[in-house]
């Protein structure tokens, strides 16, 4: 008796404590793809990821970028604001075939994006996070497929790991960068 009473109470606290991936994620969205790295940033501990997504009610989906501008088809993705004040992360619909490695990372990415209008700093922290992310969830036994988000990935992971605490190249590259002086508000 007293062993059945041991494992039922084992049983329980294991039941309690296993996180709740499926309902937790369909919070955000409802494309399994995406879910897929969701999941994948949870088991990886990223909540500021999360805390992140709920603190702005952020809803994912992937969309054809160029639908909104043309000059947006070499975008990665964005994070917009509908007319009603709803917060989406919309995802290139090119890159649906990535893998859920590859999606977190621009979920990571574009999760810290909170301003209406992005800045110079939170496009840094943005940038550092979606690179640190690629340093975690990059499966170094897997061949990913040759992609510019892949290309992308790979040179901000490059750049992460030769910079310093003097000298960061992450935040170089987005200062000379002329996509982001045009694209970000300056202070």
């Known amino acids: 008796m007293r062993i059945k009473g041991f494992v039922i109470a084992v049983l329980m606290v294991l039941l309690f404590n296993m996180p709740v991936f499926a309902g937790y994620v369909d919070n ?31 809803k994912i989906v992937f969309y054809d970028l160029s639908q909104i501008a043309y000059s947006y088809n070499r975008h990665f993705a964005v994070n917009s604001v509908d007319s009603f004040g709803n917060r989406y992360i919309l995802i290139h619909s090119k890159y649906r ?30 940038t550092q996070k979606e690179a640190h992310y690629w340093g975690l969830l990059k499966d170094k036994n897997k061949t990913y497929v040759n992609s510019e988000l892949l290309t992308r990935l790979e040179n901000l992971s490059q750049l992460k790991l030769a910079s310093t605490e003097q000298k960061n190249l ?9 996509f982001y002086k045009r694209q970000l508000a300056t202070r």
């Open 170 to 178: 992450i935040k170089e590259k987005i200062n000379k960068s002329t």
């Open 28 to 58: 955000f969205t409802s494309d399994v793809r995406i879910k897929n790295a969701l999941v994948m940033l949870e088991n990886a501990g990223a909540n500021e990821v999360f805390e992140n997504l709920e603190e702005n009610s952020v």
């Open 97 to 126: 075939n990535a893998s859920p490695e590859e999606l977190a990372c621009i979920i990571a990415h574009e999760s810290f994006h909170k301003l209406k209008v992005a800045t110079y700093e939170e496009e840094y922290t943005a």
